[in-house]
């Protein structure tokens, strides 16, 4: 077996350490190199500051094989990644002259004259490859020295990833270092915690603990659990015969391989039983909704949905009697199981999912935090409880990903008798 490349990644932009913007970069080059037979094995989010990025690239480029830097190319004079990656390898730049004509055309296209400082996008360390940027004005660069390879990608995820993808991996396939994806695989739980997934599996996998890595990660209501073998001895029919193991005793808990989601594998069982489904919300606004039409072809089972905020909108273009609304109030099981009935009636599916809750920072009869699920189906109603404690972005999160559980889990009891088969496979 090969000697396993060490893979560090520089995440460069004020951005990241404020809080104004989620490191994207992060989630997609990790999952990339993975599949490819690479670990990445640190990230560093660091600042626009020249000697910040210089030692923090110094210490990547000791320490590892491969070190991919994202962002930081741009025209202003925050964009110091260039500057401080030649101070740091003591190389000069090179103004190139072909990257200048296709700025210089990029604009001109546009009707624009080119902005001077963007020729200093222009600047190539002494001894790099020019990575084509087809999506904007700055090139990556592609550097081997000294047994290590140093890849230089923009900021803008519209750039970065067809360049890793078109460009970057290409490369690394040539010189052996993407050697194909290890074998893994991945188990989409929902509706337990993470500590419960990983204490009742506990027994399965640990047979093969010096085989399989095991990694959970838990988010709003889901634990994914990622399988992957750690040397050649593993078979992929070694892999199949675990997983499938672990499905079984998680039961009702395992939603399906891979990271589809949650809305989808529902979407395929109502269509595989040709039912029909609408929704109905209240402090999620339209989140529930969003799942379903996030997906492709939803149409032919998702039919509509209506965001019913205030109580007379409950009542008046819902239908929600007013009488459950004065007795219970509109954050009630009652009115949740109201709701999905009557929006089963106002659409005239098969099933119908309602939320109704405090989603915060303040409460009414009950916390902040607490929310109700109904559902209607052909074979009965029912409703759900549920509190979470957090802001108010993760308490509708949560409620959406609570009453996608609450109908699956009614599925496969009802109707769905082949549930594992048909999951979303990844």
Known sequence: MPLQKKVELLSLGDELLAGIRVNTHLTYLGEMLARNGLDLLRNQELPDDLEAIRSGFLGAWERAD??????????????????????????????????????????????????????????????????????????????????????????????????????VLSRLREKGWATGARLCTQLRTSGAGESQIAQDLAPILAPFDRKVRVAYCAHNGLVD???????????????????????????????????????????????????????????TGGLLAARFTDVAGASKVFVGGLVCYRNDIKENLLGVPGCILEQHGAVSAECAVAMATASAEVFETDYALSITGYAGPEGGREPAGTVYVGLHSPVGVWSQKVFHAGSRGAVRERAVNVALDFLRRKLRQYEVHDFLDSCCQG
């Open 225 to 283: 659990v990622r399988l992957t073998a750690t040397g050649d001895e593993t078979t992929e029919d070694d892999m199949k015969s675990l997983a499938h193991a672990c499905c079984e005793r998680l039961g009702d808990s395992f939603a399906g391989y891979g990271d589809c989601p949650m809305a989808a594998i529902i979407l395929r069982q109502l269509r595989n039983l040709n039912r029909t489904l609408s929704v109905a919300e209240s402090c």
């Open 66 to 167: 491969l070190v991919i830097t994202t962002g930081g190319l741009g025209p202003t004079s925050d964009d110091l990644t260039m500057d401080a990656l030649a101070l740091a390898l003591g190389r000069g730049m090179r103004m190139d002259a072909a990257v200048e004509e296709a700025i210089r055309e990029r604009f001109a296209r546009r009707g624009w004259s080119t902005p001077e400082n963007n020729l200093r996008q222009c600047r190539i360390l002494e001894g790099a490859t020019v990575l084509p940027n087809p999506e904007g004005t700055a090139p990556g660069q592609w550097l081997e020295a000294d047994g290590r390879i140093l890849v230089v990608l923009p900021g803008p995820t519209h750039e970065m990833q067809p360049m890793f993808e078109n460009e």
